[in-house]
């Protein structure tokens, strides 16, 4: 990677000199219908500025109520993540001023998280597993959202102005702090993303946030600091804030490790301050000095009691955890005699989940896993689509698979159906009457479609007769042909052999 205005060492000569240090605050938010202090909608996409209240605006005298729900998923996520549930945790003010905090202060969660000491274990690309450690999963209200016009990709650097969408304002949040990543040399950039990647299919299975990084609802902000091979205390860290994607998260890290080896080496001084990461090349740049934790004066907000978590409803909602993805990839790829490539292929296509939900409308996993991962992954790469985000769902993939299977569709017309169901022409059986498609099952039009075609093919019919039985293909061709490929390609060739003796 060449970034023209900064000074980058080669990976590689980073790594003979520095160790790199990570952590990695993950900001997750919740699929509640309501904001987290008060009962204002949490709907995304919705007119900018319609979703507010006294509460989200910070108006005077209004007071917040905390959200049980917003709780609840707070501890389903802590206990994913083998965090202890705190039965008492607390509220604090973190105070600031900045355009997209109305009441200049956020509401958060300072030394009383509400879970805090677990871990998660992710898998790296050639199947070693990394434990990363947990210090706390703790919560807080999002901020309101800033549209910065005239910057790259509706970001602050080069932007001219910005505007300010208070619907954001006062949605949950789960803000996932890691301890520091020790140890990860090389690999430090890929255990990032494979720990982001983990988390975030981990917060999805739960049912608490759909995990959108491209919609705001997964955002990262990334820690990296070198210190030389040996030492043991921390160089200064640097703060990417805002990272939306998974490449994205890799990236950062691996420039800020080159960025700041070639700082060190030119015996430059590694500020504490945040970076903004840039989508055109992969490079961060300056943003603000970072502040301590005691520059945020915080405090216990006055307006919010504690919150008691009783083990009683720890254990409740312990019971309603769902298998989680990784044992569920486990038992799946056992079942369906996968090897590890071929898993990993079909959760990289975003596949797998696909095919599942497939089965369980009653296809068979080989006939799912062929309609997801060939046909309808190339419609998908035809239109820049994300596989999950094609018009047709595992439900309507099965119907096709059945009908197929019944013999009312052949593999060609099945397509065709598929394809109506894509353009928004109705589901598989109205695209399937709309569209003429069904398997003719006239014996009779059949048979005469069969007989033009041997009397059309005299050459055709003295080489089987000969012994050459693969020649009748071209016949089956032609009945196909005359019949706009709706007739059985079996009982064609039963018809052939038939009349062929």
């Known amino acids: 990677m060449t970034v023209a205005h900064y000074d980058l060492m080669d990976f590689e000569e980073v790594l003979d000199k520095y160790d790199p240090v990570m952590g990695l605050e993950v900001h997750v938010e919740l699929s509640t219908q309501t904001k987290m202090f008060s009962a204002s909608s ?45 039965e008492s945790s607390r509220f604090a003010r973190k105070n600031y001023f900045y355009p997209d905090q109305p009441k200049n202060y956020q509401i958060s969660q300072y030394d009383e998280p509400i879970a805090y000491d677990g871990y998660l274990d992710v898998v790296l690309e050639d199947g070693t597993e990394w434990r990363v450690e ?3 999963a703790h919560m807080e209200e999002d901020t309101a959202k800033l549209t910065h016009l005239g910057g ?26 890691t301890k520091p990543i020790e140890g990860a040399g090389e690999r430090a950039p890929e255990v990032a993303k494979a720990y982001v990647a983990a988390l975030r299919e981990l917060v999805a299975a739960l049912g608490v946030s759909n995990a959108r990084m491209d919609q ?3 955002r990262v902000d990334a820690n990296l600091s070198l210190r030389p091979i ?33 700082a060190l080496d030119n015996g430059e001084e590694i500020f504490q301050e945040t970076r903004h990461y840039q989508e055109t090349d992969g490079s961060t740049s300056k943003g603000r000095p970072k502040e301590s934790a005691d520059d945020y004066r915080y405090f216990n907000d006055p307006d919010l009691p504690p919150v008691f978590v009783s083990r009683e409803w720890v254990e409740e909602i312990r019971a309603t955890l769902p298998e989680l993805p990784w044992i569920r990839r486990a038992r799946i790829q056992e079942a369906w005699k996968l090897t590890d490539e071929e898993m990993r292929d079909l ?20 006939e799912a896993r062929s309609w997801w991962v060939s046909y309808l992954s190339g419609k998908a790469n035809e239109t820049g689509a994300a596989l999950a985000d094609l018009p047709i769902t595992p439900e309507q993939v099965a119907r096709v698979i059945a009908l197929v299977k019944e013999g009312k569709l052949t593999t060609k017309l099945a397509r065709q159906a598929v394809d109506g169901v894509l353009a928004g022409e109705g589901d598989v059986d109205e695209v399937v009457a709309a569209r003429g498609l069904e398997v003719v099952r006239d014996d009779g039009a059949i048979e005469a479609a069969v007989d033009e075609a041997l009397a059309a093919n005299p050459d055709i019919v003295e080489k089987y007769r000969e012994g050459n039985k693969k020649v009748t293909g071209a016949i089956v061709g032609a009945v196909m042909k ?3 490929g709706k007739a059985d390609p079996k009982q064609v060739n039963q018809l052939i052999a038939k009349k062929l003796g």
């Open 230 to 262: 040996g030492q043991e205390e921390f160089g200064t860290r640097t703060e990417t804030k805002n990272i939306n994607s998974l490449k994205s998260v890799e990236q950062a890290i691996r420039f800020e490790m080159m960025r700041q080896g070639a």
């Open 42 to 86: 949490a709907a995304f996409g919705d007119e900018p500025n319609s979703n507010v209240d006294p509460v989200s605006l910070g108006l005077p005298g209004a007071l917040p109520v905390v959200n049980k729900t917003g709780v609840e998923y707070a501890v389903k996520i802590g206990l994913a993540l083998n965090c202890s549930i705190a």
């Open 347 to 366: 959760v990289n296509a975003g596949a797998l989940d696909l095919i599942i939900d497939t089965t369980e409308h009653g296809a068979s996993a080989d």
């Open 482 to 484: 005359a019949t706009k």
């Open 216 to 218: 705001g609802s997964m």
């Open 152 to 177: 790259v990709g509706g970001r602050i650097h080069g932007a001219t102005a910005s505007l300010v969408d208070v619907n954001r304002a006062g949605i949950p949040l789960i803000e996932i702090v």
């Open 134 to 136: 947990i210090e706390r």
